[in-house]
């Protein structure tokens, strides 16, 4: 024990000092946006708004984006990963003022979880048997992971990572009472910020089913104290961060539906502890632990059948022209080369790696965070965005197959290096794909339309999906469209506005009592080829009809329209 502790402090200190080093060079390299708090990405700077609309007097649980779509939406988040943030900006604002306390809070949090992935990523590596250190620096470099922990990026995603991380660490070695409690705890806080980790979530519940089955010393205690942890957090969950939206009839976020799901859920694992030790048959514990695992799940489908359509069912037409087109929703065969090669680079090897390991090794325990990244995998198939817990969780094998290059030589060693660095992917992608796929910057400049909307009298701004989640923290406008698959009204309204003729777009527009139009050279390429006769077509054509009054100052990359009533 005591020798184990300079070696975790050791673990930290270094964690501390790489997310420091990373999150100075991307802070000085994006301090031009992160200086206005133009954030990353646009949950990010939502997620923003939403804190300050908390702090501003919106009521705790009033989870609501009043200044979005028709009349206001109801935001599928939940509170918990305010807190943090939160609580930075209270505590700063008297001393450096609004701008200087969320400025610290968007590029502070960050950081903290960077240090928290790396040290778990570290503890993991440790017990595993491979280098802590090797693993950290392996992590801090595991492409797309560590973009979620970029200055700015305060949205929930960096936060469930960690909580998936501890969920892992929770997993390996002995099994106790404690570490159950932990992995039960971890999960359903995962499940409270967002529903998108259920997959790798139900992968932990399997590998603690299958190590409750072989009946290892430890593992009925594991599985009782992930039980209790699971339920207790979800109904305090449930009494203190329930939202405006608790009804809303979709699996979506911390709502109803996916409550109740989850904590009939959480039966399973307490059923399965309370009758362990009257089962000490192989065949009749993995006999109960299937039935019992299939009647828990009709149980929960059955009273919550919302959660087999988890997004609540997008409109179709908002699928097919909007949600389709954001890259990270692409599931990995319709994505662009580079984006392939960037995402899923990293996670291959170090699924590969990972079963290499386990095999050399012959250590049983290498196939859990081999499960994990399987899932990652398999969710990455359908959308690349699960490629990011398979990146991270790839650390420590790559730090084992590292450790084994060394023995090799210089040029094993070289070789092992450049797989396990993940930036390596992306600019392999870029270099590899044909130059019609790597991305090019579209051109409009949001921070130069939003600062010229900001000034302008209030009113209701119709404009590009991702600038109108910028402009409802930068300006005091309402939005008609921003994207988020709950904002069906507003976001069906946009195109429709923009697709129909000149004349019928007129009178949409005073129906939706629109005050001003935003059309940017590169936005709505969702459309395809426009219809000769529509709104936007005209627009694009140099044809502007009387009742829209360009703003003067505009230039060929954006134009900022007020229509007349």
């Known amino acids: 024990m005591d020798s184990a502790r300079p070696r975790i402090w050791r673990d930290a200190a270094l964690a501390f000092a790489v997310a420091l080093l990373l999150s100075a060079v991307w802070a000085i390299r994006d301090w031009a946006a992160l200086s206005t708090l133009h954030l990353p990405d646009t949950d990010d700077v939502v997620r923003l708004q939403q804190i300050r609309d908390w702090l501003g007097g919106q009521a705790f649980g009033d989870l609501a984006q009043h200044r979005l779509g028709l009349g206001g939406v109801e935001m599928h988040w939940s509170r918990l990963p305010d807190l943090a ?13 609004a701008h200087g306390a969320e400025l610290a809070a968007v590029t502070v949090w960050p950081g903290l979880l960077f240090v928290a992935t790396l040290v778990l990523t570290g503890s993991i590596a440790r017990a595993l048997g491979v280098s802590a250190p090797v693993a950290i620096v392996v992590g801090a470099l595991a492409y797309p992971a560590n973009t979620l922990f970029l200055p700015g990026r305060i949205d929930h995603h960096g936060l469930q990572m960690v909580l998936l991380l501890l969920l892992v660490r929770a997993l390996l070695r002995r099994g106790s009472w404690l570490k159950g409690v932990v992995a039960g705890v971890a999960s359903a806080a995962s499940l409270i910020i967002g529903m998108e980790t259920a997959p790798l979530l139900a992968a932990g519940g399997a590998v603690l089913t299958i190590r409750w089955i072989a009946a290892r010393p430890g593992e009925a205690a594991r599985m009782a104290g992930y039980g209790l942890g699971l339920s207790a957090a979800l109904a305090a969950a449930g009494l203190l961060l329930r939202t405006s939206g608790w009804d809303y009839p979709a699996c979506d976020g911390f709502a109803a539906p996916a409550w109740r799901a989850a904590q009939i859920g959480a039966l399973a694992p307490l059923a399965l502890a309370a009758v362990s030790s009257f089962l000490t048959v192989l065949r009749v514990r993995l006999a109960v632990a299937g039935l019992l695992c299939t009647a828990v799940v009709v149980a929960a489908l059955a009273l919550s059948p919302a959660c087999l359509r988890p997004y609540g069912g997008v409109d179709p037409v908002l699928a097919r022209i909007w949600l389709a087109n954001v890259a990270e929703a692409q599931p990995l065969s319709a994505a662009p080369l580079a984006h392939a090669i960037g995402y899923a680079g990293l996670l291959l090897a170090g699924l590969g790696a990972t079963l290499w390991m386990a095999r050399r090794s012959g250590k ?4 859990i965070p081999g499960g994990f990244q399987l899932m990652s995998l398999l969710i990455a198939l359908v959308q690349l965005r699960g490629a990011y817990a398979g990146a991270i969780l790839a650390a420590p094998a790559l730090a084992g197959l590292i450790a084994v290059a060394r023995e090799r030589g210089t040029p094993a060693l070289a070789a092992a290096w ?9 600019i392999a992608g870029a270099a590899l794909a044909p130059e019609s796929e790597v991305e090019t910057t579209a051109g409009c400049d949001a921070r130069s339309v939003l600062s010229t909307l900001a000034p302008l009298p209030n009113g209701t701004v119709a404009m590009p999906m991702d600038a109108g989640a910028y402009a409802l923290a930068a300006t005091p406008h309402s939005v008609l469209a921003a994207p988020y698959h709950r904002n069906t009204a ?3 309204a946009l195109y429709r506005l923009l697709l129909s003729g000149p004349e019928a777009a007129s009178g949409q527009a005073a129906r939706l009592g629109l005050d001003y139009l935003v059309d940017c050279k590169g936005a709505y390429a969702e459309l395809g080829t426009l219809p000769p006769g529509s709104l936007l077509a005209a627009l694009r054509g140099g044809k502007v009809p009387p009742w829209l009054r360009p703003l003067p100052g505009g230039s060929d990359s954006a134009r900022i329209y007020t229509i007349a009533r």
């Open 490 to 492: 507003g976001n069906r």
């Open 85 to 97: 943030p939160a609580a930075i900006i209270a505590l700063l604002t008297p001393l450096t003022g």
């Open 418 to 426: 450049i797989a396990s660095a993940g930036l390596v992917y992306p």
């Open 364 to 367: 049983v325990e290498w196939l």
